[in-house]
């Protein structure tokens, strides 16, 4: 059974820099499409980046390309998000997901993990 955990995450002025992790059970995240979403307070669940099998080809939602980076520490099976000068308008639930797929979209994911609540105040 596939667990996903999400931690990291925190209140902080804008321009701080926040790391969130994700740590999965159950499987490895070579076996998996990792990706990461954010939903913000009356917002849909939307599509922040995502990092294929080998690491080779990881896509960034427009907003946050230049300032996130995904990553992978295979040795602790675990999923990154290196956030950057930040802005309030990234204030959001970050959630993890695992999939089957290199896709934007949150319905390929088959696995997630509970969210990690990031505060972002002008």
């Known amino acids: 059974q596939v667990q996903l955990v999400e931690s990291g995450g925190g209140s902080v002025q804008a321009g701080a820099s926040l790391r969130l992790s994700c740590v999965m059970s159950?499987?490895?995240?070579?076996?998996?499409?990792m990706a990461w979403f954010r939903q913000g307070p009356g917002k849909e669940r939307d599509f922040v980046a995502v990092?294929?099998?080998?690491?080779?080809?990881?896509l960034y939602a427009d907003s946050v390309r230049g300032r996130f980076t995904i990553g992978r520490d295979l040795a602790k099976n675990t999923l990154l998000l290196q956030m950057n000068k930040l802005k309030p308008e990234d204030t959001a639930i970050y959630f993890c997901?695992?999939?089957?797929?290199?896709?934007?979209?949150?319905?390929?994911?088959?696995?997630w993990g509970q969210g990690t609540q990031v505060t972002v105040s002008s």
């Open positions: 997901a695992a999939g089957p797929k290199l896709q934007r979209a949150a319905r390929w994911y088959d696995h």
């Open positions: 159950g499987d490895t995240l070579e076996n998996n499409y």
């Open positions: 990092i294929s099998l080998y690491g080779v080809t990881i």
